[in-house]
């Protein structure tokens, strides 16, 4: 998986890599992908029937209560007193709330009973430490000092959660372990990959691509480990 590297914090100086032309600005994630913050709530998903789109149980869903859901987006519902993560189809006579592609949870009709209680706009996904969706007052918690910002291109990760076009939050304070996933330049490029350290190689979460092994003459460095990853789910305007 390639890394873009398009936006970066204050706090970054002196980046000395292929991509150091790119421009260095403060870095909101709130502005970025907010748009009504007043309106806008943290929610954890609590089971897996969104796995098909990317959700898996303890990710933090970033819900927008101002906006009126369409077909296909992902919304809260509460459905007889229980609040669950569903995919919007309204290709139909009437309104249903399914599970993406897991056939395990059955289609939800959308009647009187049933409140939308809001769209979420992206999903945050832990790869180091989980944060308590109680505690994170704001997408700008997510950034550290030392912190860059790039988006991801490509299908390796997509074992991790990591999908083309995710925003990838990379620290560089904390240190690389086996198991991290990381962004490294390989040989004048930026890759996304698992790092297995004891075995000196770069793994991707997808079998369809295979390790690779890092070698003495190949020109390599870690720029940084990824705790956490943010999944669009609709399209923020400054980013289209």
């Not at 929610?43 to 897996?48: F, G, H, K, L, P």
């Not at 304070?173 to 390989?186: C, E, F, K, N, R």
């Not at 790092?195 to 979460?205: E, F, G, I």
Request: proline share 3%.
């Amino acid at each position: 998986m390639n890394v873009i590297i398009g936006l970066a914090s204050a706090g970054i100086h002196g980046f000395e890599s292929p991509a150091a032309g790119y421009q260095e600005k403060a870095l909101s994630l709130n502005n970025l992908i907010v748009s009504h913050p007043s309106a806008t709530v943290f929610a954890e998903v609590t089971d897996d029937a969104m796995t098909g789109l990317g959700l898996f149980t303890g990710d933090l869903l970033v819900v927008d209560k101002s906006l009126t859901a369409t077909r296909g987006d992902v919304v809260l519902a509460l459905v007889h007193g229980e609040t669950v993560c569903r995919q919007l189809d309204d290709d139909h006579d009437h309104h249903q709330l399914h599970a993406n592609t897991n056939a395990h949870y059955s289609e939800i009709s959308v009647t009187d009973g049933i409140e939308i209680q809001g769209v979420a706009i992206c999903a945050v996904r832990f790869h180091r430490r989980k944060r308590d969706p109680l505690v994170l007052k704001s997408l700008d918690d997510l950034l550290v000092e030392s912190t860059f910002v790039g988006r991801a291109r490509g299908e390796s990760m997509t074992g991790v959660g990591i999908h083309s076009g995710d925003i990838l939050i990379v620290s560089r304070q904390l240190t690389p372990s086996s198991g991290d996933v990381i962004i490294a330049m390989y040989n004048e490029e930026f890759v996304c990959k698992v790092l297995d350290l004891s075995n000196s190689r770069l793994l991707s979460a997808n079998d369809d691509f295979e390790p690779v092994s890092i070698r003495l003459d190949d020109r390599f460095w870690c720029e940084g480990v990824v705790p956490a990853a943010i999944r669009l789910l609709k399209q923020p305007s400054l980013l289209v």
